[in-house]
């Protein structure tokens, strides 16, 4: 029943779409209408409302239902969608202030003598409105109304212009800042939880392991990641878009001519046209920039987008009137100036002491109200031109309900298609097909793509992608970022704005077209595009690290970059320190050799023998290398015949997991059955399913091949073996590389030491007349200073030993003064080796430390430097195959 119930669901949500239904309210519509059927039908037939759900029930429906809507409007920790009001203000109010008026002209006169160029200038002003206002259906509308009718004028072909300004204008959907990036990230933040849930059940069912490598789990992602990842695609599409116009211009020039322009190309025009892209570009930088730079969230970037929209709105609003600029020049004076106070002042209200700091403060005040000011100053403006705030104010409440109405709709259809077991028969479909996962992949993108022939793309995302998403990133053979599949579903939702006959963009471009304009020509001039948007999705798919790459590099050189001792990060730089060392080991050995011949006499015996058997343990390095590239050889060669057993066996096991799952359904239902339904003879049918269940189950431990306990032995055995000897590699260069470090804060903290030179001392005269509480609180504040300097336990211990001495109930002085005369030879024996060792040994230490630190010592380090963070980013790009792993 639970599947009739299913089927229903989709019946229903289908029916509602189809006749025209609001998707906002289709959604949740169809989800509570066959909740509400099972719950009844139940209740009459079972006498149980739970009885028809595959899990849960209806009560418990309906408490998930309350829990996502709790997460999207109250949880603080998800703060990603407060991203899509802003972005969406942006959007509109860059399009009322008609800066694509402006783009479209200036760039048709630029673009014009080239071949295909008014083409070209239509796909160049697409990409920069979707980097600015990210709204399709105002750039269609906008660009089919001013450069449709050039194109057509100047003879271009119907189908061209029309493919060109609708295929352009749906670039906002991939070029960030997009609002489906940002839906998608929110819907994959959850599907990744999932995924890694599944990830290490299925870790601890292949090796009993309870907790599994942090190095195997799933990549998370977020909304900037996002942005970072779709950006290098989204050029790519770009590129695909100019160089199609370009060459069907060139093989086919009656389709495209060149058109001349008129007038000159003089200063004043070139003028005209950095004046027409400077704002539009700046705002891109300021938006983008700060996200790719960490210096603002996506949440805070979008915020930037709305006040640089607003601003560019004031001025535009008021082109040819007197003072136009006012508000916008007093905008980039303030940031100018908040710029300088950053750079020269440390402002902070809590610390002002000095007079410098007093003049910071005020000029923070002073930059911080103008740029209030010219926000006030610009919306005041929008306001009283023409209403434009108030309307786009309007605007953005109308489309953010539309789209957050529909992200609790599709979590209610999400839960109830869970509910009747919807996302089990997925799942069961996709793992049971052949091809692993991109067999799997391709189904779910053909998917994709058949429904955006029908729905829009906030539907699919919201619908498709919390049930099939957590499959595809839970395969451990592909290790897909979330990032990527992300990026992908992008690419490919953003055909369902040409696919006809729903595609969003054409009934867009058909409302503001030229009659003369058949809509047939619309659809044919849309296919090559669609097809460039198959081949870009196809060239992302085949080269992952145009997505990995920018949301990695940004990870590993922000302030916040995780250690290169992370656990993930340990198979690239491992490659990138073996490929260093292999390289340039001569210059390591040398300057190992160089170290051992520096006179080490100076030092005591313990941090002698401390150093030197660093100096062992950095020679020993070469060694662990060869024994890891043996061991890798050997796990590699042997795992060419071992993988088709592995895959093979893995199988069969899934199928014995979904035999035993069954079963247990069986089993349980076999047992609730009443006298009268066992004999309509239901007992035996389900008798009948058990039997052949357990033959199905017997016949497939059978095909398990002999060899294979014997084959997953030896793997088991090569695997330990490989990740000891690694593990062995890195406690030694932690250690090689700790021994020279800490030496050299000994011996560096010299002048420190010296400066307390007496402070001993004189708590003996202390000790002597004060009174023994007197003298234990002395010792406590000398005790705190020499804790400060590196390698002082010595020190400290015979202090302390003395302080506990004078703050008995009886205090024993007499034998308080010995441990300070201790304490005191102690001291002077440290200070006098590390003076000794800053003239004889520091600048040879340092030069040896230095040379092992890039490589030797680079785990050790508290962050990877610039340019090992871009090689590791770049590893990390292409995603490792852990099938041998599971």
């Not at 509480?773 to 020499?786: G, S």
Request: charged fraction near 20%; hydrophobic fraction near 50%.
């Amino acid at each position: 029943m639970e599947l009739v119930f299913l089927a229903l669901l989709i019946i229903l949500m289908a029916g509602a779409l189809g006749a025209g239904f609001p998707v906002a309210f289709a959604l949740p519509g169809s989800a509570i209408l066959t909740i509400g059927l099972a719950a009844l039908a139940g209740y009459l037939f079972a006498g149980n409302p739970d009885a028809y759900f595959a899990q849960d029930g209806a009560w418990q429906w309906l408490s998930a239902g309350v829990t996502n809507f709790r997460g999207i409007y109250w949880e603080v920790e998800r703060d990603t969608l407060i991203a899509i009001p802003l972005f969406i203000f942006m959007g509109i109010m860059l399009q009322r202030s008609k800066l694509a008026e402006d783009l479209l002209v200036t760039m048709a006169q630029l673009f014009g003598p080239v071949p295909g160029g008014l083409g070209i200038s239509v796909v160049f002003v697409g990409a920069l409105l979707a980097a600015t206002t990210g709204i399709v259906g105002a750039t269609v509308v906008a660009m089919g109304l001013i450069s449709l009718p050039a194109m057509m004028r100047n003879k271009y072909a119907n189908s061209l212009s029309t493919g060109t300004i609708a295929a352009s204008g749906t670039l906002g959907q991939i070029i960030p800042p997009s609002i489906v990036l940002i839906i998608l990230a929110d819907q994959l933040a959850s599907a990744v939880d999932q995924a890694s849930t599944g990830r290490k059940e299925l870790y601890k069912a292949a090796t009993g392991e309870l907790s599994m490598p942090t190095a195997f789990d799933v990549s998370s992602t977020s909304a900037g990641e996002m942005f970072l990842g779709a950006f290098i695609p989204g050029l790519v599409l770009v590129g695909l878009y100019m160089g199609y116009i370009l060459i069907l211009a060139l093989l086919r020039p009656k389709m495209a001519p060149t058109i001349r322009y008129e007038g000159k190309f003089d200063r004043q025009f070139f003028l005209k046209v950095a004046i027409t892209l400077i704002p539009p570009l700046s705002l891109i930088f300021l938006v983008l920039g700060s996200i790719i730079t960490g210096i603002a969230t996506v949440n805070q970037a979008g915020a930037i987008g709305a006040a640089g929209a607003l601003i560019m709105a004031g001025y535009r609003l008021c082109e040819g009137r007197m003072g136009a600029y006012r508000p916008a020049v007093l905008a980039l004076a303030s940031l100018a100036a908040i710029g300088g106070v950053i750079a020269f002042f440390d402002v902070n209200v809590k610390k002002i002491v000095t007079t410098h700091d007093v003049i910071g403060l005020i000029l923070t005040i002073v930059s911080v109200v103008g740029l209030i000011t010219a926000l006030v100053w610009s919306g005041w403006r929008a306001l009283k031109i023409e209403n434009t705030l108030r309307d786009v104010m309007l605007e953005t409440a109308k489309t953010t309900s539309l789209v957050f109405i529909i992200l609790l709709g599709a979590a209610m259809l999400t839960a109830a298609f869970r509910a009747f077991g919807g996302e089990d028969l997925v799942k069961e479909f996709l793992t049971s097909m052949p091809g692993g996962f991109w067999a799997q992949f391709t189904i779910v993108m053909a998917v994709i793509f058949v429904l955006g022939f029908f729905l829009d793309f906030i539907e699919i995302a919201v619908v498709v992608v919390p049930i099939v998403a957590p499959i595809l990133l839970l395969d451990p053979a592909a290790n897909v970022t979330a990032v990527w599949l992300g990026v992908m579903i992008g690419l490919n939702i953003q055909t369902s704005f040409l696919t006809p006959p729903f595609g969003f963009a054409l009934f867009y471009l058909r409302g503001v077209a030229h009659r003369a304009v058949k809509t047939i020509e619309m659809y044919k001039g849309v296919v090559p595009f669609i097809l460039l948007q198959l081949v870009a999705l196809g060239i992302v798919g085949v080269f992952p690290q145009m997505v990995n790459y920018l949301p990695n590099r940004l990870s590993l050189s922000s302030e916040t970059a995780p250690p290169p001792r992370n656990p993930g990060l340990q198979y690239c730089l491992e490659t990138l320190v073996f490929e260093d060392l292999t390289t340039n080991g001569g210059e390591i050995k040398a300057a190992i050799n160089a170290a051992r011949s520096l006179d080490l006499s100076v030092l005591p015996g313990g941090v002698k023998s401390d150093l030197t058997g660093g100096f062992d343990k950095a020679e020993k390095t070469f060694q662990f290398i060869g024994k890891i590239k043996d061991a890798d050889k050997a796990l590699n060669d042997f795992a060419v015949a071992y993988r088709p057993r592995h895959v093979e066996v893995r199988a069969i096991e899934k199928q014995l997991v979904r035999i035993k799952r069954e079963r247990k359904v069986l089993e349980t239902t076999l047992s609730r059955l009443s006298s009268e339904e066992s004999e309509n003879g239901m007992k035996g049918r389900l008798t009948a399913e058990l039997d052949a269940l357990a033959a199905e189950d017997k016949r497939l431990k059978a095909s398990i091949p002999a060899a294979w306990k014997e084959e997953r032995k030896k793997f088991v055995v090569l695997k330990k073996a490989e990740t000891m000897v690694r593990r062995q590699y890195r406690r030694n260069v932690d250690d090689a590389y700790d021994a020279v470090r800490e030496i050299n804060k000994l011996i560096s903290s010299a002048a420190g030491l010296a400066r307390l030179d007496g402070r001993i001392t004189e708590l003996k005269a202390v000790i002597e007349n004060e009174p023994p509480k007197a003298a234990a609180a002395a010792i406590k504040k000398v005790i705190t200073l020499v804790r400060a300097v590196a390698g002082t336990r010595a020190i400290t211990k015979e202090l302390s030993g003395s302080r506990k001495l004078l703050r008995r109930s009886k205090p024993k002085k007499g034998r308080a003064l010995k441990k300070l005369a201790r304490a005191e030879a102690a001291f002077a024996r440290e200070l006098t080796w590390r003076q000794r060792a800053v003239q004889t040994l520091k600048p040879g230490l340092e030069t040896y430390e230095a040379a092992i630190r890039p490589t030797i010592g680079l785990r050790l380090q508290s962050r990877l430097p610039a340019e090992q963070a871009l090689q590791v980013a770049a590893c990390k790009s292409t995603p490792l195959d852990l099938t041998l792993s599971f």
